[in-house]
C-alpha cells in the first residue's frame, strides 16, 4: 500500500478556483494511473479525472475544459486545477492510485488499490 495524502480543498465561490495535491510516499513503480474520484452527500461516486505514466489524460464530461490534471514526477505529486467551479462540484475529493498495471488508466474504482483520506470542496454560489 502506497500512502496518499490529499491537500487543497476549502470553500469557493461559483465561477472560483481550487487547487487539490495529492501526495504519495513513495510510488514503487514508474509505471502507473493516478487520480480524483469525488462524492457529494446522496450521489454515486464519480471519477472526476486520471492520468498515467505517459501523460495520457480523460476526463469526465462535467469537467472538461474547466478541471486540469498534471503530476509532477520529481516530487511523486499529482495536483487537480479546478477552475470555473460550479455547485454541483461540491464533494469530497479522493485521490486514487495504481502501480505496476497495463490496462488502461480510466476512473473505474474498483481498480485502484490505493486511496487517499478525502478532502472537501464546496462551493457555494
Known amino acids: 500500500q502506497v500512502r496518499l495524502v490529499a491537500s487543497g480543498g476549502g470553500s469557493a465561490h461559483s465561477g472560483g478556483s481550487l487547487r487539490l495535491s495529492c501526495a504519495a510516499s513513495?510510488?514503487?513503480?514508474?509505471?502507473?494511473?493516478v487520480g480524483w474520484f469525488r462524492q457529494a452527500p446522496g450521489k454515486e461516486r464519480e471519477g472526476v479525472a486520471t492520468?498515467?505514466?505517459?501523460?495520457?489524460?480523460i476526463y469526465a464530461d462535467s469537467v472538461k475544459g474547466r478541471f486540469t490534471i498534471s503530476k509532477d514526477n520529481a516530487e511523486d505529486t499529482v495536483y487537480l486545477q479546478m477552475n470555473a467551479l460550479k455547485s454541483e462540484d461540491t464533494a469530497t475529493y479522493y485521490c486514487?492510485?495504481?502501480?505496476?498495471?497495463?490496462?488502461?488508466?480510466?476512473?473505474?474504482?474498483?481498480?485502484?488499490?490505493?486511496w487517499g483520506q478525502g478532502t472537501q470542496v464546496t462551493v457555494s454560489s
Open positions: 486514487v492510485a495504481r502501480f505496476g498495471t497495463t490496462f488502461a488508466c480510466r476512473a473505474n474504482a474498483v481498480d485502484f488499490t490505493n
Open positions: 492520468i498515467d505514466n505517459e501523460g495520457r489524460i
Open positions: 513513495k510510488y514503487p513503480s514508474s509505471r502507473y494511473c
